[in-house]
């Protein structure tokens, strides 16, 4: 094909699949399920949610500093077996 366009482009991309409809027709339809599904969500009290985060924080803190023990340790040990 020399310079222009495809003429067939527009065709093809907008095209009814056998099933599915045009690809505004699908999202469409996606967007509608998203909405029916959140819809059943049933989302965390206040109460929940302020629990849960001193969970996350808690486990955070408690990870840290048995991770931070041991870095010193290895790097202690480290140090002993080049030295």
Partial sequence: MVGGSNPSWPATFFALTKDKGTMFHRIREFIREVTLEIKKVTFPKKDELIGSTWVVIITSLIASVYLGIV????????????N
């Fill in 71 to 82: 870095d010193i340790a290895l790097s202690k040990l480290v140090k002993v077996l080049l």
